[in-house]
T-cell receptor, first 113, second 114 residues
Framework: DTEVTQTPKHLVMGMTNKKSLKCEQHMGHRAMYWYKQKAKKPPELMFVYSYEKLSINESVPSRFSPECPNSSLLNLHLHALQPEDSALYLC????????????FGPGTRLTVT | KQEVTQIPAALSVPEGENLVLNCSFTDSAIYNLQWFRQDPGKGLTSLLLIQSSQREQTSGRLNASLDKSSGRSTLYIAASQPGDSATYLCAVSTSGGSNYKLTFGKGTLLTVNP
């Protein structure tokens, strides 16, 4: 199994909703990442988890709350989002934190209404 | 702060042509450079990874080179095909203390016309 999976593929939520994005990998990777990508822009790093611990938070608003319950799973909990948070949310993993190849999932297309 | 620039922003070529995509970065203290492909609305597919100690990597019709000292990388695509049409992103890995992060360029939108 050499892939990163993400669910759901699409999500529409209102500004008062609470929802979660899920990412899973079974490659034994110990670093996992959340990126946000707006249309026609490159991905921007949001969070990095290293050995299930949060190691980088790129000054992301608290309405985004990451969670890494085990080495295979990464969640992104969403609450009280704004329409400008609509984007493609990408999850990635690498064997170890640092200078190694990152593998990306297909993304979740989020629309906030 | 690392900045990554990709030129051209868009490129349209006829099928069968060889082409070169360019990537430059401002901080030469990188750990690796990765080229990705992204189809519209999809995730990123890793094409090639070049470690900082390497000069080039090849995979099929793709060849990527790295000149770390000058802050440049190129992605060469031979005998282009319509299926190569996508956005190509260059990303460099740099250190921030004990952490590492990828910084992406804005990409080159490639269209290969049949």
């Amino acid at each position: 199994d050499t892939e990163v999976t993400q669910t759901p593929k699409h999500l529409v939520m209102g500004m008062t909703n609470k929802k979660s994005l899920k990412c899973e990998q079974h490659m034994g990777h110990r670093a996992m990442y959340w990126y946000k990508q707006k249309a026609k822009k490159p991905p921007e790093l949001m969070f990095v988890y290293s050995y299930e611990k949060l190691s980088i938070n790129e000054s992301v608003p608290s309405r985004f709350s990451p969670e890494c319950p085990n080495s295979s799973l990464l969640n992104l909990h969403l609450h009280a989002l704004q329409p400008e948070d609509s984007a493609l949310y990408l999850c990635a993993s690498s064997q170890q934190p640092g200078a190694l190849e990152q593998y990306f999932g297909p993304g979740t297309r989020l629309t906030v209404t | 702060k690392q900045e990554v620039t990709q030129i051209p922003a868009a490129l349209s070529v006829p099928e069968g042509e060889n082409l070169v995509l360019n990537c430059s970065f401002t901080d030469s203290a990188i750990y690796n450079l990765q080229w990705f492909r992204q189809d519209p609305g999809k995730g990123l597919t890793s094409l090639l990874l070049i470690q900082s100690s390497q000069r080039e990597q090849t995979s099929g019709r793709l060849n990527a080179s790295l000149d770390k000292s000058s802050g440049r990388s190129t992605l060469y695509i031979a005998a282009s095909q319509p299926g190569d049409s996508a956005t190509y992103l260059c990303a460099v890995s740099t250190s921030g203390g004990s952490n590492y992060k990828l910084t992406f360029g804005k990409g080159t939108l490639l269209t290969v016309n049949p």
